[in-house]
């Protein structure tokens, strides 16, 4: 009974990691606070559109692992999707030089949160077994 409370508080937790930046896609103005990037100038409004629709998807990872918390058949489809978004970021994230600091903070929020990811889908698989 104690694991299933885990693995839900574990599901809570990297669902608000998810859901959290989703609030850029309605606050653009966060954009720079969030990521460090200017969202000001030529050429900003392609930015601002990239870094929002990223906001949206993000946010239905982060609804999709909220929920799943709470109904198991989503367990499979939501971990599979936080693990894909989160770990292709870091793919990305950690191959790339030259990011900024506010970039590389979201990557080691990300690192920590698919390690509580990882720790989630051991808990599911085990009950599974």
Request: hydrophobic share 60%; glycine share 8%.
């Amino acid at each position: 009974m104690w694991l299933d409370r885990v693995t839900t508080a574990l599901l809570l937790l990297v669902g608000l990691v998810n859901l959290l930046p989703g609030l850029v896609a309605f606050a653009p103005s966060q954009i720079t606070t969030a990521y460090g990037v200017s969202a000001e100038g030529p050429g900003s409004a392609d930015l601002t559109v990239l870094l929002r629709h990223r906001a949206v998807l993000l946010g239905l990872v982060g609804l999709a692992l909220l929920c799943a918390a709470f109904v198991p058949s989503f367990h499979l489809p939501a971990v599979t999707a936080g693990a894909i978004s989160m770990g292709s970021f870091l793919l990305l994230a950690y191959s790339t030089p030259g990011l900024h600091s506010a970039t590389m903070r979201v990557a080691r929020i990300d690192t920590a949160a698919i390690v509580a990811l990882a720790v989630a889908a051991l808990l599911i698989l085990r009950k599974i077994a």
